[in-house]
């Protein structure tokens, strides 16, 4: 639409190189930032987009707070007006929003960098097994070591970390042949559940009842001192996430070609490490949110004109975290679903035409 | 660039100074730089620019190469021929640091230096040689410009990221390869023959003095083929780029070598100059095909016109 204006010599051209070698760089230029422009736009969107979620989720739903009534309240003044809005946002709505936001983004964002890294839709935490890891060590902890409070999320962390370390030790030199490791990873995930049921079936009713949690994702459990480890987390995880992201890049190109532009595959691996090291912690927090990690990608792909962005992955995952705990809480008149119900519920269908799409592309 | 503009006025503005940029890096290069390139032709000049002495290759102990010798002319066109499945793509690997030797050693010369090519960090050697494999697998949704500027990977640092200079060497590579109308498209959407353009591109965006390329003319058809030949050998006449290639079509190799080098069951067979190399022996011992060898009455190198696999003598039926 503006050629024209492109093919218009630059000030600079009488005087310096050839114009014609300033119209064609003016034109790679171009080619080179529009895509970069609109990703830039599609992060600002999402990023306002998680603020309103998170707003929402804190000032609407069963208690309305006035948006002018936050300030006070997170200042820690008593409202005399409604002394009882404080303790609600800073014990429940606050907590509960940001814990979402934070796993979801931690979600998104380790979802992706697997995608994309091996090469495959299907190559998400969630589906792999690495959830299910974290879910089946917290369920056996409760049920046959009593274990109560931190200890949880420690077993879940460990469980996390022990199925990422199995499907290292079974993919190992083939970890980037992408369809092999989702292969070895759902026969993974197959087992877990079934070891999980097993021991469903020697527990007890009140530990049935804790152990869901740890089945479908929730947000109950979220208290200032899981906010304070899940920021820590992340804070440590999310630049050495966006270092290997680089490597990814090349790594998107097949091991040889990776080689060759001086980006060993084995490094993309690393990639993977912190990627495991970030979906692990959100579970340990949440229990496994059905979903997230896995269409995180694809939407945010989507969203970004077919480029990936693990920014945009990790606020998708976000919104979508905090609007379906919303959504939980109050589509159904009485009836409170956790998080992952819903996203599961959601989840599915979309799961399936991302499988469609990939099959035609010949991936899955 | 800092400034991320879209308006054409302010881009060519920085475009200009941009070439400038890399034009004085460019000549800053060519006199003082670590490898000026030789050209061909200059005699008793011809130093190998990779040499590989006693190479054993091997996968999971199997042995595919069996202690080759090789050099690499300086400057020059090679093309590896050989059947299918006696280690042409494997060589190429060992060459490109992507197989480490079983035995032996691969040495990459410049003027000044010898280096073992697994003494160099991979970035070092990446900026001195470009492999383009066989067949690649594309990135989803990537754009033409976005593919070739991948080729710069090399260059930039953790904190030199992306420069003026990469989008002049991206420009340069895709005037090279004619991709610069296509700069904005996905590659996806691309013919067979573009997008070998582009995956060329990215190897030549990557400004090393040797590139070497795994069948860059499969899935082409006659045209497409030639046409990727003659760029690739247009790149070495203008720019001293030292070229290896392996191509299956012999009268092609005999047409675009300086220097041919053959293959068979893991060894080498013979190497040379096409029109000494290559006759009715030559193709019998290398493909075990009965042949005639003529002269291509448009180039004047060897053309062989098959007869019979099973047919050795030679005789015309
Ligand atoms: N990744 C690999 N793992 C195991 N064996 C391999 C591997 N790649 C190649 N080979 C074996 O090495 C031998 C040489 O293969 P190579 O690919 O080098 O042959 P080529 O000359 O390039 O053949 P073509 O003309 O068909 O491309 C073959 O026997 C092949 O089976
Ligand atoms: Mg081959």
Redesign the interface.
């Known amino acids: 639409m503006?050629t024209d204006?492109?093919r218009?010599?630059?000030?600079?051209?009488a005087a310096?190189?050839a114009s014609a070698?300033?119209d064609?760089?003016?034109?790679?230029?171009?080619?080179?930032?529009?895509?970069?422009?609109r990703v830039r736009l599609v992060i600002a969107g999402l990023a306002v987009a998680t603020l309103g979620a998170v707003l929402v989720r804190v000032l609407l739903g069963d208690y309305v707070v006035a948006l002018a009534d936050l300030v006070p309240i997170l200042r820690g003044d008593t409202l005399p007006n409604a002394p009882g809005a404080s303790f609600i946002v800073m014990e429940a709505k606050l907590p509960r929003a940001l814990v979402g936001a934070i796993a979801g983004m931690a979600f998104g964002a380790s979802g992706a960098m697997f995608q994309t890294t091996l090469?495959n839709p299907l190559a998400s935490p969630d589906i792999i097994g690495i959830s299910l890891g974290a879910s089946a060590a917290a369920v056996i902890a409760l049920t046959f070591l009593d274990a109560q409070g931190i200890w949880l999320p420690a077993a879940a962390l460990a469980g996390a970390l022990a199925v990422s370390l199995l499907m290292y030790a079974v993919g190992r030199g083939t970890l980037l042949a992408g369809r092999r490791m989702v292969l070895v990873g759902i026969g993974i995930a197959a087992l877990l559940s079934s070891v999980i049921q097993f021991v469903m079936t020697r527990t007890s009713i009140q530990d049935a009842q804790a152990a869901l949690v740890w089945l479908t994702g929730s947000l109950a459990r979220a208290t200032w001192p899981v906010i304070g480890l899940l920021t820590a987390a992340v804070l440590v995880l999310a630049p050495l996430l966006a270092v290997c992201a680089r490597w990814m890049?090349?790594a998107?190109?097949?091991d040889?070609?990776a080689?060759?532009?001086?980006?060993?595959a084995g490094r993309a691996r690393l990639g993977l490490v912190v990627a495991v090291a970030l979906a692990a912690v959100a579970t340990s927090a949440t229990g496994p949110i059905a979903f997230v990690a896995f269409l995180a990608g694809p939407i945010a792909?989507r969203l970004c004109?077919?480029?990936?962005s693990l920014w945009a992955a990790a606020l998708v995952g976000a919104v979508v975290v905090v609007v379906s705990d919303f959504a939980g809480d109050y589509l159904i008149p009485d009836v409170n679903l956790p998080v992952g119900v819903v996203t599961g519920a959601l989840g599915a269908p979309l799961m399936i035409a991302v499988i469609i799409a990939a099959g035609r592309?010949g991936k899955a | 660039m800092s400034s991320t503009t879209l308006r054409p006025a302010t881009i060519a503005a920085e475009a200009a100074h941009a070439l400038e940029v890399a034009h004085a890096a460019q000549a800053h290069d060519s006199t003082s730089g670590p490898a000026p390139q030789r050209r061909s032709g200059t005699p008793g000049r011809d130093a190998p620019a990779l040499r590989a002495r006693g190479l054993i290759l091997s996968y999971d102990g199997r042995r595919v190469v069996e202690g080759l010798d090789l050099d690499v002319p300086a400057g020059k066109v090679t093309v590896v021929v050989g059947p299918n499945g006696c280690g042409k793509s494997t060589v190429l690997r060992g060459l490109s640091r992507l197989l480490r030797p079983t035995e032996g050693h691969v040495h990459l010369s410049s003027t000044d230096a010898d280096d073992d090519v697994w003494a160099l960090r991979p970035k070092e050697f990446a900026r001195r040689v470009a492999l383009l494999p066989q067949s690649p697998p594309l990135p989803e949704g990537i754009t033409v410009v976005d593919l070739v500027g991948r080729g710069r990977h090399p260059h930039h640092t953790h904190v030199r990221r992306w420069s003026a200079a990469d989008d002049a060497a991206v420009m340069e590579a895709m005037r090279a390869t004619g991709t610069v109308e296509l700069a904005e498209r996905h590659v996806e959407e691309l013919s067979g023959g573009q997008r070998q353009r582009v995956w060329i591109a990215l190897t030549l965006a990557q400004q090393t003095e040797i590139v070497l390329l795994d069948e860059p003319t499969t899935y082409l058809d006659v045209a497409h083929q030639i046409d990727v030949l003659d760029l690739l050998r247009d790149l070495n006449r203008t720019k001293g780029t030292t070229v290896v290639m392996v191509l299956h079509d012999l009268n092609l190799a005999a047409r675009y070598a300086d220097h041919v080098v053959a293959m068979r069951d893991g060894r080498l067979v013979g190497s040379g100059a096409p029109a000494d190399l290559v006759d009715e022996d030559f193709v019998a011992r290398v493909f075990g095909l009965g042949s005639r060898v003529i002269t291509d009455p448009v180039t004047g190198s060897p053309l062989v016109v098959p007869t019979s696999t099973r047919e050795q003598t030679g005789a015309t039926p």
């Open positions: 503006t204006l492109a218009r010599p630059g000030p600079a051209s310096g190189p070698d300033i064609d760089l003016v034109r790679v230029v171009r080619a080179r930032r529009r895509p970069l422009r090469r890049r090349l998107e190109l097949g040889d070609l080689t060759t532009l001086g980006a060993p792909r004109g077919g480029r990936p592309a």
